[in-house]
Nanobody, 115 residues
Framework: QVQLVESGGGLVQPGGSLRLSCTTSGRFFRINAMSWYRQPPEKQREWVASIISDGLTNYADSVKGRFTISSDNAKNTVYLQMNSLKPEDTAVYYC?????????WGQGTQVTVSS
């Protein structure tokens, strides 16, 4: 079983930055990839970014050029650096870990972009 704990959310003004962290723990076979998702108020959860084990990254068009996903394997942590934040980035952000036959969600961290 894999546990994921997100942190780093908060209130930020438009144009500001935040860095989210997601630390994995517990027993797992092999995590092949990690992703960030977000769920804006009263909307469905949507994919934001992914990083796979060889370091390849991919981003949703809405965040490309503003967000950066990275990982520190020694710390079992994946990050989401979010720059030039907009009010429409307001959401609960979740990380997701993928094993070959299982996937796991974290509990989420709230990001609010408002003046």
């Amino acid at each position: 079983q894999v546990q994921l704990v997100e942190s780093g959310g908060g209130l930020v003004q438009p144009g500001g930055s935040l860095r989210l962290s997601c630390t994995t723990s517990g027993r797992f076979f092999r995590i092949n990839a990690m992703s960030w998702y977000r769920q804006p108020p009263e909307k469905q959860r949507e994919w934001v970014a992914s990083i796979i084990s060889d370091g390849l990254t991919n981003y949703a068009d809405s965040v490309k050029g503003r967000f950066t996903i990275s990982s520190d394997n020694a710390k079992n942590t994946v990050y989401l650096q979010m720059n030039s934040l907009k009010p429409e980035d307001t959401a609960v952000y979740y990380c997701r870990a993928y094993e070959p036959t299982n996937a796991y969600w974290g509990q989420g961290t709230q990001v609010t972009v408002s003046s």
